[in-house]
C-alpha cells in the first residue's frame, strides 16, 4: 500500500563522498535539522561546511511528514511549559518558532524553492470534555504569549469545520503548508549554491576526536553536529510511528462540503495519538495518524495497516459528506525526546539535536545549538539553562 505521494525519495541530487576531505564543520543528517544547522553556521559568517546524509536528502522523516509546518510541542503542551519553566521562557520558545516560520516562507522565496508553500490558518479540534478542557488552558497559554489566537465554537466552528463530533477549537494564523521532500531538497540546493559541500550516500560509521570515517571516505573535521533524527542511538531519544494517507484529487464542491474551501489545516486534541491533516498542493485530502511507540526494527515502505484503518475511520466519520478513496498510504518514524524539551547537547567539538517532533520547533533548537557552538548569546538561553 505504500507509494511515495512526496515524490521518488530515492532520487539523488548529489553526489557521495568520493575520497578523503577536510572541512571545520561537519554536518551528519540531511533532514530539516541538519540543513538549518548549515543555514546558520552561513548566517554567522562560517563557510567551511560539509553536510553528508546516509541516504538522499529529505528521504528521514522530514520527507515522509505531513508538510504541516505549525508552532507547537510534541512531547507536551504550552500550559506545562508555561509552569515548568515561566512565562518568559515558553514566550521566548513561541516567538523562536514563529520566525522560525517566517525564516521557511523567507527561504522559500529567496530560493525560488517549489514546495507548494501556502500561509494557512491551524484549528486544533475538541470533540470531549477532556479535549475541550486541554484546549481552554492551552488557549489561554497562547494568549498569555501573544500568540495570533482565536477560538470558535458553535457556528463559527460550523463555518470553519462542519463536523458534528467537534465542540470547539482554537485557530491559530501563524503557520505554513508545504510538500516537504521538495522543501527540503530545494533547501539543500540553495545551501549548495552559499557554498556547502553536500553528499548524499554518505554514511557516518564512527565520529571521534576531530575524524570521521563514512562509507565512502573519511572526513577531519574540527567541529561535528549531528543531526541524525531516529538514527542518533541516545537513551533520552525515542522513535515513534505515525502513518498518513492521500486521497484522490477532490472537486471544489467536495472541499466545500467538508469545510476546507480555504484548506485549512487540522488536528483533534488528544492526550496521545491524534489525527491531523489538511489539503495538498493539488487538492487531495490528507490525514495522518500516529505517535505510537515503536520499538521493532523499520524499514520505508512499510505501511501500519492499524493506523490506515483509523484514518479510513475518521475520514468516513468526520467528513461523511464524501467518498475519498485512499490514493497514497505510508508509514514513518520520527524521534521524540522523553522529555518536554528536544534534546540540545552542546560541547567543544560536538552537538546533538533531537527529538523536538515539529519541523518547525526542530529549526528554532538548531538556531540555539548554534550559537551556543560560536558562543553567542541566544534568546532560549534560560529555557535549556544556558
Not at 571545520?24 to 554567522?44: C, K, P, R, S
Not at 521566548?92 to 516562507?105: F, G
Not at 495519538?273 to 487538492?283: A, L, P, V
Request: include cysteine.
Amino acid at each position: 500500500m505504500h507509494k511515495n505521494f512526496w515524490g521518488d525519495y530515492n532520487a539523488a541530487s548529489f553526489d557521495r563522498l568520493a575520497h578523503d576531505i577536510q572541512t571545520q564543520y561537519l554536518i551528519v543528517g540531511g533532514g530539516i535539522t541538519g540543513l538549518a544547522a548549515a543555514y546558520f553556521l552561513l548566517e554567522h559568517g562560517e563557510k567551511d561546511i560539509v553536510l553528508i546524509e546516509k541516504h538522499t536528502i529529505g528521504s528521514g522523516s522530514t520527507g515522509h511528514s505531513a508538510g504541516m509546518l505549525v508552532t507547537g510541542m510534541e512531547t507536551s503542551s504550552w500550559t506545562h511549559l508555561i509552569r515548568t519553566h515561566g512565562l518568559p521562557e515558553a514566550r521566548a520558545y513561541w516567538d523562536a518558532q514563529n520566525r522560525a516560520v517566517d525564516l521557511i516562507t523567507a527561504l522559500v522565496e529567496e530560493g525560488h524553492i517549489q514546495c507548494d508553500l501556502f500561509p494557512e490558518e491551524h484549528l486544533r479540534l475538541a470533540g470531549n470534555a477532556v479535549a475541550q478542557k486541554q484546549l481552554l488552558q492551552d488557549f489561554s497559554a497562547h494568549k498569555m504569549m501573544h500568540s495570533r489566537v482565536s477560538d470558535l465554537e458553535g457556528e463559527k466552528l460550523a463555518e470553519e469545520f462542519p463536523a458534528d463530533e467537534f465542540e470547539s477549537a482554537e485557530r491559530t494564523t501563524k503557520n505554513v503548508s508545504v510538500n516537504p521532500l521538495s522543501l527540503a531538497r530545494g533547501f539543500a540546493r540553495y545551501l549548495q549554491k552559499r557554498g556547502v559541500r553536500i553528499f548524499e550516500h554518505t554514511e557516518l560509521l564512527s565520529a571521534a576526536g576531530g575524524h570521521a570515517q563514512t562509507n565512502h571516505g573519511a572526513i577531519t573535521y574540527s567541529r561535528i553536529v549531528r543531526c541524525m533524527g531516529v538514527s542518533e542511538k541516545d537513551k533520552h531519544i525515542q522513535p515513534f510511528l505515525t502513518t498518513i494517507c492521500v486521497t484522490r484529487v477532490l472537486t471544489t464542491k467536495e472541499k466545500e462540503a467538508i469545510g476546507l474551501l480555504d484548506n485549512d489545516m487540522f488536528e483533534d486534541v488528544e492526550t496521545r495519538s491524534y489525527h491531523y491533516g489538511k489539503i495538498t498542493g493539488d487538492n487531495r485530502l490528507l490525514v495522518g495518524y500516529g505517535d505510537t511507540k515503536h520499538t521493532s526494527g523499520f524499514t520505508y515502505g512499510y505501511t501500519h495497516l492499524p493506523h490506515v484503518h483509523s484514518i479510513e475511520r475518521f475520514i468516513a466519520r468526520v467528513f461523511d459528506t464524501i467518498t475519498p478513496n485512499i490514493e497514497y498510504a505510508w508509514s514513518a518514524e520520527f524521534a521524540l525526546s522523553k522529555s518536554e524539551l528536544p534534546v540540545v547537547r552542546v560541547g567543544e567539538e560536538e552537538v546533538l539535536v533531537n527529538g523536538a517532533g515539529t519541523q518547525i520547533a526542530s529549526i528554532a533548537v538548531v538556531s540555539y545549538a548554534i550559537s551556543k557552538l560560536l558562543g553567542k548569546r541566544h534568546v532560549l538561553d534560560e529555557l535549556f539553562g544556558s
